[in-house]
């Protein structure tokens, strides 16, 4: 979300003031946040760049909130298996493991860190040649659709699952070739 919307926002419910408190921005771009009404004391939350401001009557049925990673209720069952892959150097983990470590990491909200670790680990699964296709195939995408904000929802077959992302600051890879002609 953009920060320029701050000031024309207001709670939905009783149209009060918002008062921001801002955990993660990149440049003028708000990641992470929570606004309230000092009205009412609505809380909003922005998740991912991305506003939710329903108000208390709406019904949520939000499947993302519903549902519980796998990945969390295995690492709440098994703690040794998180501490295994975060407590040792990222450098020291096999790619496959430093891709669960930026899961992990994501899902805690710590973003710059997980791309961290996703980079890492795509570059040690993917040769060089595949990664500079899969920037052109992202840079393709943009170019053709330049709408500020473009989700990518992927399929990745070597993985068996789906990935997800956003234009900028993605933790996710790129489209596979099949859906960007040309390259």
């Not at 440049?27 to 009205?39: D, L, P, T």
């Not at 961290?116 to 500079?132: C, F, K, Q």
Request: glycine share 6%; charged share 25%.
């Amino acid at each position: 979300m953009h920060t320029y919307l701050m000031e024309m926002l207001a709670c939905p419910d009783c149209h009060g003031d918002l008062k921001w408190s801002i955990a993660e921005r990149c440049g003028s771009h708000i990641e992470v946040a929570e606004a309230r009404c000092s009205a009412c004391s609505a809380v909003y939350p922005i998740r991912e760049g991305i506003g939710s401001f329903l108000t208390s009557d709406l019904p949520r049925n939000d499947l993302w909130e519903q549902t519980e990673s796998h990945l969390a209720k295995h690492l709440r069952e098994h703690p040794e298996v998180e501490h295994q892959l975060l407590d040792v150097p990222l450098e020291a983990l096999a790619p496959a493991d430093q891709f669960f470590r930026a899961l992990i990491l994501e899902e805690r909200g710590e973003y710059a860190e997980a791309k961290i670790a996703a980079d890492m680990a795509r570059s040690g699964v993917y040769t060089p040649e595949y990664l500079a296709c899969s920037d052109r195939q992202i840079e393709y995408a943009l170019e053709r659709y330049p709408s500020p904000m473009v989700r990518l929802l992927i399929w990745h077959p070597e993985w068996g699952i789906w990935l997800n992302g956003w234009r900028a600051g993605s933790t996710a890879p790129s489209l596979p070739p099949t859906l960007a002609p040309g390259f």
